[in-house]
């Protein structure tokens, strides 16, 4: 545990180097500083196409990865692959285990997750926080697209933090932008991302758990929407 406790004693120096930092040059301190062992987990929405980007167009030696828990958008998968060629670089996948889905599915049935809060985070564990943990062996340090605006739960987070449910450093390069400062930085580099968002979705996940939003709502409504709107998250990001 000592080589954990180091790491996470390590934070408020690496904190001082990122000050000020843009998000591309923040990747690219913390991709030296951590070679091999820094990873970007990306859901595809269109906070993450943006670090993909930094991080693809610059060449940056850090991992690109995404869950595929089974339950996608068409929109999604057909983004993954515009990406993929876009920058002729990969975003690697990790699929829930297949058993663990057979379980569910025989225990409970295909839509299990809209009957209790309990069903719901057992459907996202099996499909999301379990793959993520096996995506993040080896790992020092995991980045992410969250920003600051997007829920209450995320407006505490801070650029560079201690996950002590992964032990891993969490980095959110785009925890102070806005969602017009995405929007603008999407269509300043020509960047692929979701159709999706074209039509009101703004946090896009499974497509049984996900709708688009109307004017007025909080930014995660279209999450769990059955749901109590207060922290609202799926385990990944827990706190």
């Not at 390590?10 to 820094?38: E, H, M, N, V």
């Not at 390069?173 to 020509?190: G, M, Q, S, W």
Request: charged letters at 25%; hydrophobic letters at 35%.
């Amino acid at each position: 545990m000592s080589h954990l406790l180091a790491l996470e004693t390590s934070i408020p120096a690496l904190l001082a180097d990122l000050q000020g930092l843009p998000a591309a040059a923040g990747l690219r301190y913390l991709a030296d500083k951590f070679s091999g062992t820094i990873a970007f987990s990306s859901s595809l929405g269109i906070e993450d196409q943006l670090v993909t980007h930094y991080i693809f167009d610059n060449k940056l030696p850090i991992r690109v990865f995404t869950l595929d828990t089974g339950r996608l958008f068409n929109e999604t998968y057909t983004l993954l692959h515009r990406t993929n060629q876009r920058y002729d670089q990969k975003i690697e996948v990790y699929f829930p285990k297949h058993e663990a889905v057979e379980q569910l599915l025989h225990n409970k049935g295909p839509q299990s997750f809209y009957e209790s809060l309990e069903n719901r985070k057992e459907c996202c564990f099996i499909r999301k926080v379990e793959p993520l943990k096996r995506a993040l062996q080896g790992v020092q340090v995991w980045v992410t697209g969250l920003r600051a605006d997007q829920s209450d739960n995320r407006q505490s987070m801070q650029l560079l933090e201690w996950d002590d449910n992964f032990k891993v450093i969490k980095y959110n390069p785009l925890l102070d932008y806005t969602l017009d400062d995405v929007r603008a930085a999407i269509k300043e580099h020509n960047i692929p991302y979701n159709t999706l968002h074209d039509k009101g979705f703004v946090s896009i996940g499974c497509a049984p758990c996900t709708r688009a939003i109307r004017e007025g709502e909080n930014f995660r409504a279209g999450r769990w929407w059955w749901e109590d709107n207060s922290k609202k998250e799926c385990g990944l990001h827990a706190r």
